[in-house]
C-alpha cells in the first residue's frame, strides 16, 4: 500500500491565500521539496529564499491512515438533535501543501481527500504535472523559477509572488485564469518597509491588469 511523507496535519484553521481565502479548513503538509533542500545555510541561494516552511522529516502513512487523522482534527458539533461527536470533514476545505506536494500525492490520494472535503487546494510550484483528479480539487500554482524545471501544471488559479517572481505574470494573465498577486514576505513580516514596498509594488500590478490581491490573512491575524 503506497505511502505518503507527511510532515504535519492540522487546523481547523483559515485558508490565508487564494480563491478559498478566510475559508474555514485542514492543513496537510506533504515532506519534501525540488525548489530548497530545507537546509538554513541553502536558504538565500534556493529557488525560495522567502519560504517559511520546514518540510523536512515526517511520518510515512497511507491513504486511510491520513483521512483518520484529519478527521480526528474536526471538532466535535454542538449540541443538538443530531449535533453530537465528532464534526464532519465535509463541511471543511482542504490545504494540500510542502514542501512540494505534487512530488508525492497521486490519483489515489487526490481521489480520497477530494471525497472527504467540500474542496482541496494543492498549493504548487507548478514543475510536477498533476495526476487526474476529482472535480472539488483545485491547483494553486505559486510558480517558481527552478534551474531546469520548467512549470508544466495546468493551474486553475495563479499566485504570483511580487516582486520575486514577477516574471511568471504574463504567462499567468494569458492563460485566462484568475491571477493573485501576493507581496513576498519577509521573515518579520507581513510588516515592515521592505514588505510595504513589496506591497505597493502589487498594488499598482492590480491596478493595471486587474489582478486579485492575496494578503495571507492568517499571517495578519495570527492563527496557523
Known sequence: ????????????TL????????????????????????????????ACPYCDTDFLGGEPLDAAAISERLAALVPESGPGPGRSGRGSTGTLGLVLTGGEPLL??????????????????IETNG?????????????????????GQEVVVEADWWKVLIPDQE?????ALASGKPVFLQPTCPDQGPSGELYQRHLERCLALCYRHGCRLSL?????????
Not at 2 to 12: A, I, M, N, T
Not at 22 to 36: I, S, T
Not at 104 to 121: I, K, M, N
Open 1 to 12: 500500500m503506497r505511502r505518503y511523507q507527511v510532515k504535519s496535519l492540522f487546523g481547523p
Open 15 to 46: 485558508q490565508g491565500e487564494g480563491l478559498h481565502a478566510g475559508m474555514p479548513c485542514l492543513f496537510l503538509r506533504l515532506a519534501g521539496c525540488n525548489a530548497w533542500d530545507g537546509r538554513p545555510e541553502k536558504r538565500a541561494t534556493s
Open 104 to 121: 508525492q500525492a497521486d490519483g489515489e490520494l487526490l481521489a480520497t481527500l477530494g471525497a472527504a472535503f467540500r474542496w482541496v487546494d
Open 127 to 147: 514543475t510536477r504535472p498533476c495526476p487526474v483528479r476529482p472535480a472539488n480539487v483545485f491547483i494553486s500554482c505559486s510558480p517558481k523559477r527552478i534551474a
Open 167 to 171: 516574471s511568471f505574470l504574463e504567462r
Open 216 to 224: 495571507q490573512i492568517h499571517k495578519y491575524i495570527g492563527i496557523p
